[in-house]
């Protein structure tokens, strides 16, 4: 079966630091990885997708980037958070079998505050 | 104008009685839905996925699509207070890029 593991489970950081969030999926070879950002409460936007290692797609421009530097592994990086950043960072598996569409899966979140 | 839009806003209905929810597209290019279903605190788990016309039923849940009106809604018979959760439509034009559209949710709680 197929296991998705965020860390870590929550950050506080100040404005203007660094920060990184990490994904790993186990139990699934070439997997299509994504981050999503949700604010409290609130819907879910897309923010990179990446389909092999080495290759990320960004979605929406929020200061913020993302590399794959393995093929189960999904980093989401700044190197100055904005209070703008603050939220719930999710992220997601599909298969990558080249469906036309693939049901995705998500880990349990990373809950950032940014004060 | 949000592509995916959700009705109701939230709903309470009783232990054992039926939940209804509601989910409209304004984009054509959308032709596969699915239900994720968030508690608080836990990333969103996928209910069911919907492409084709009419009615997919797994288990107490129950989805509908009409790809004509670009309206599909879900349906939870036999409600359990453990259905009180966050309720999100999420819709795809088919593109293999994972790039869900998600609507507003509709939060659900069920009162023992």
């Known amino acids: 079966a197929q296991t998705i593991h965020q860390w870590p489970v929550a950050e506080i950081k100040a404005v203007g630091s660094p920060l990184s969030l990490g994904c790993t999926i186990k139990g699934k070879s070439s997997p299509n990885l994504y981050w999503y950002w949700q604010a409290t409460g609130g819907t879910l936007q897309q923010l990179f997708y990446s389909i092999t290692v080495g290759q990320v797609e960004s979605v929406v421009q929020l200061n913020l980037s993302a590399s794959r530097p393995k093929d189960d592994q999904f980093i989401l990086s700044t190197e100055k958070l904005l209070l703008s950043h603050s939220g719930f960072y999710l992220c997601?598996?599909?298969?990558?079998?080249?469906?036309?569409?693939?049901?995705?899966?998500f880990g349990s979140g990373t809950r950032l505050t940014v004060l | 104008q949000q592509k995916v839009q959700q009705s109701p806003e939230s709903l309470s209905v009783p232990e054992g009685g039926m939940a209804s929810l509601n989910c409209t597209s304004s984009?054509?290019?959308?032709?596969y839905f699915w239900w994720y279903r968030q508690h608080s605190g836990e990333g969103p788990k996928a209910l069911m996925s919907i492409f084709s016309d009419g009615d997919k039923k797994e288990g107490r849940f129950t989805a509908h699509l009409n790809k004509a009106s670009l309206h599909v809604s879900l349906h939870i018979r036999d409600s359990q207070p453990s259905d009180s959760a966050l309720y999100f439509c999420a819709a795809s034009d088919g593109t293999n890029t994972g790039k869900l559209t998600f609507g507003d949710g509709t939060v659900l709680t069920v009162k023992p």
């Open positions: 984009d054509r290019n959308f032709q």
């Open positions: 997601a598996w599909s298969p990558g079998l080249g469906a036309s569409a693939e049901t995705l899966y």
